[in-house]
């Protein structure tokens, strides 16, 4: 049982460049996240997937695009990388969408846009 | 929106002594709280989460949280550090989307160093 599982580990842009992280959970949830953490300011919720289907904005969506592939596999693009999205970006998955529902986080993906 | 203050980018206490991690809330209803705890290069891991059925809260490594609604706060603390506790912790708390879907809303951390 692996959990949240992401790729790549670590990845270095050039600015106009895309990519894409992937990210897969096996614990057969119902909801996946993707965040960005940057120093002195916490995580912050890009964009959700409250169900197989259906993706919705979190707080900082601006320059990214998500899709649910399957009830495993949520992945996030960046379609023209800026410096700003340097950041270490996490995937989190959790049962369902009720407020006490744990989140279970993947290890991360380390971005740096040159 | 629901926002939490983490008191201390960095608490430095020595092997054996008390953790006291500070954090507070400001919301207008009963809230959903949590603490994480993210060691060096790995994702964020649930530590213990309050939920308005006991107002001191027992987590995994021997943590605990006491939810104290007329200070709006929510500290963390284990009674004798060990070397293994070194990490960032992370306060949280539930906070509505107008989307109907209530999000995490995180602190900024605070990074927790032990010296033997």
């Known amino acids: 049982n692996a959990g949240v599982t992401q790729t790549p580990k670590f990845q270095v842009l050039k600015t106009g460049q895309s990519m894409t992280l992937q990210c897969a959970q096996d614990?057969?949830?119902?909801?996946m996240y993707w965040y960005r953490q940057d120093p002195g300011m916490g995580l912050r919720l890009i964009y959700y997937?409250?169900?197989?289907?259906?993706?919705d904005k979190g707080e900082v969506p601006n320059g990214y695009n998500v899709s649910r592939l399957n009830k495993r596999e949520f992945s996030l693009r960046l379609e023209s990388a800026a410096p700003s999205q340097t950041s270490v970006y996490f995937c989190?998955?959790?049962?369902?969408?009720?407020?006490?529902?744990?989140?279970?986080f993947g290890p991360g993906t380390r971005l740096t846009v040159l | 929106a629901q926002s939490v203050t983490q008191l201390g980018s960095h608490v430095s206490v020595s092997e054996g002594a008390l953790v006291l991690l500070r954090c507070n809330y400001s919301?207008?209803?009963?809230?959903?709280l949590f603490w994480y705890v993210q060691y060096p290069n790995q994702g964020l891991q649930l530590l213990l989460k309050?939920?308005?059925?006991?107002?001191l809260v027992k987590g995994i490594n021997g943590f605990e949280a006491e939810f104290k609604k007329s200070e709006t706060s929510f500290h963390l603390t284990k009674p004798s550090a060990h070397m293994s506790d070194a990490a960032e912790y992370f306060c949280?708390?539930?906070?509505?989307?107008?989307?109907?879907?209530?999000?995490?809303?995180f602190g900024t951390g605070t990074r927790l160093l032990v010296s033997p």
């Open positions: 919301s207008s209803v009963p809230p959903y």
């Open positions: 614990m057969n949830h119902n909801s």
């Open positions: 949280a708390v539930s906070d509505w989307m107008n989307t109907g879907f209530q999000k995490l809303v």
């Open positions: 997937s409250a169900s197989e289907g259906t993706t």
């Open positions: 989190a998955s959790s049962a369902g969408l009720a407020e006490t529902d744990e989140q279970f």
């Open positions: 309050y939920t308005s059925a006991a107002t």
